[in-house]
């Protein structure tokens, strides 16, 4: 379980402030939960969000008591590429969720290692449900089937973890194995010694008359 403490924001409280204390504004909010605005400190949420993703459940500490959570949103500074804000979405207990989980692709496919194939990720996540307490950090796809260039997976041929269901395209190509690309090699035209020769020669006979005259 993952858990992160957080204080209820008054949002008069300005950005400034929660800057100086090294926090950054946050808030939670479901179907049944009333929107709720918080601030947590940003090293926590940083480790947090590191860890769970978008997938893993958090369990957010208030002074009013906890909530389940997943990460809805995150908010990021264009150019720093640090959080500004983030939105976690309270899930009904005993309720499925769709969420999006991101795929690791394992194993060793034959086309690539042994055809010197190129592997093609058509897909990054996959879409499943699944309840929350059920939902896995990553899911892996094993790349062993392809063996050659027509070889494909289907999102319907991942092996999903028990009490996940495929919420994705089942025909989707989550991934295939494309045949190398042909360096493009530039034939040079073949020298003509013969007409070299010819050119000297005349170059050679030239020269005599200029001396001559």
Partial sequence: MINLEA???????????????????????????????????????????KKAGESGVVTIKTEKGTVDTLIQDVDVDPVTDIPRHADFYVFEKGKKVEVSVPLEFVGVSPAVKDLGGLLVKSLHDLKISADPQSIPHVIEVDISSLVD?????????????????????????????????????????????????????????????????
């Fill in 7 to 49: 204080q209820l924001r008054d949002k008069a409280v300005s950005l400034d402030i929660l800057k100086k204390e090294a926090k950054m504004p946050a808030v939670f909010y479901g179907k049944k939960t009333e929107s709720t605005p918080i601030s947590v400190l940003k090293k926590d949420f940083i480790a947090v969000w």
């Fill in 149 to 213: 260039f027509s070889s494909q997976i289907l999102a319907s041929q991942v092996k999903l973890p028990a009490g996940v269901n495929l919420i994705e395209n089942p025909d989707e190509v989550v991934a295939s194995a494309s045949a190398p690309r042909e360096e493009l090699v530039e034939e040079s035209a073949p020298i003509d010694l013969s007409a070299i020769e010819v050119e000297k020669k005349g170059k050679k006979e030239e020269e005599g008359e200029e001396a001559t005259a």
